[in-house]
T-cell receptor, first 112, second 115 residues
Framework: SQQGEEDPQALSIQEGENATMNCSYKTSINNLQWYRQNSGRGLVHLILIRSNEREKHSGRLRVTLDTSKKSSSLLITASRAADTASYFCATGPIQGAQKLVFGQGTRLTINP | EAGVVQSPRYKIIEKKQPVAFWCNPISGHNTLYWYLQNLGQGPELLIRYENEEAVDDSQLPKDRFSAERLKGVDSTLKIQPAELGDSAVYLC?????????????FGPGTRLTVL
């Protein structure tokens, strides 16, 4: 079963524009992580935000977390062709099995 | 530092045949995971190891799937017999921090096609 739901499922923008992806989840979490997956390759960890944090930055990435709404967003600024990939949010639960639960992902296409 | 290594990268078999996937985690990582990823979906955990102990195999279809992690390093995931619905990408990941709650490092995956 998958906890997270990403929105939109697919996003296509022009190079240089900003891309925003959203993730909603159902149960309380310890942290939320974002991963990127290029076509035919494994997942790469991008950023981790803990439940007591509201915003985090890493280079061109900005992640927000609203635990009251059980949602997170990933913003990629000044997009590049190399950002074309699928992006997944993954939640680390507070209780129960210590495992990440991934969403279905957002497929991002950056057009040159 | 070498990443997570998986082999083979691709495997095509006929249904009812056995198949095995191999994973070598990042050196020093005690926690190893096997995930299944269907096309257009996120990864789903099959099994998690802490050293050589399988601590979470609740999602592993035990009638046909088995896994082992001898000596707490390399791991093998086996399917016997394979079914058409097993066609997917099998991902291995490892982590060195708090089990399952920190960053995980993924291998490139094995794409299985069952004919």
């Amino acid at each position: 079963s998958q906890q997270g739901e990403e929105d939109p499922q697919a996003l296509s923008i022009q190079e240089g524009e900003n891309a925003t992806m959203n993730c909603s989840y159902k149960t309380s979490i310890n942290n939320l992580q974002w991963y990127r997956q290029n076509s035919g390759r494994g997942l790469v960890h991008l950023i981790l935000i803990r439940s007591n944090e509201r915003e985090k930055h890493s280079g061109r990435l900005r992640v927000t977390l609203d635990t009251s709404k059980k949602s997170s967003s990933l913003l990629i600024t000044a997009s590049r062709a190399a950002d074309t990939a699928s992006y997944f949010c993954a939640t680390g639960p507070i209780q129960g099995a210590q495992k990440l639960v991934f969403g279905q992902g957002t497929r991002l296409t950056i057009n040159p | 530092e070498a990443g997570v290594v998986q082999s083979p990268r691709y495997k095509i078999i006929e249904k009812k045949q056995p198949v095995a996937f191999w994973c070598n985690p990042i050196s020093g990582h005690n926690t190893l995971y096997w995930y299944l990823q269907n096309l257009g979906q996120g990864p789903e955990l099959l099994i998690r190891y802490e050293n050589e102990e399988a601590v979470d195999d609740s999602q592993l279809p035990k009638d046909r799937f088995s896994a082992e992690r001898l000596k707490g390093v390399d791991s093998t995931l086996k399917i016997q017999p394979a079914e058409l619905g097993d066609s997917a990408v099998y991902l291995c990941a490892s982590s060195g921090g708090l089990a399952g709650t920190g960053e995980q490092f993924f291998g490139p995956g094995t794409r299985l096609t069952v004919l």
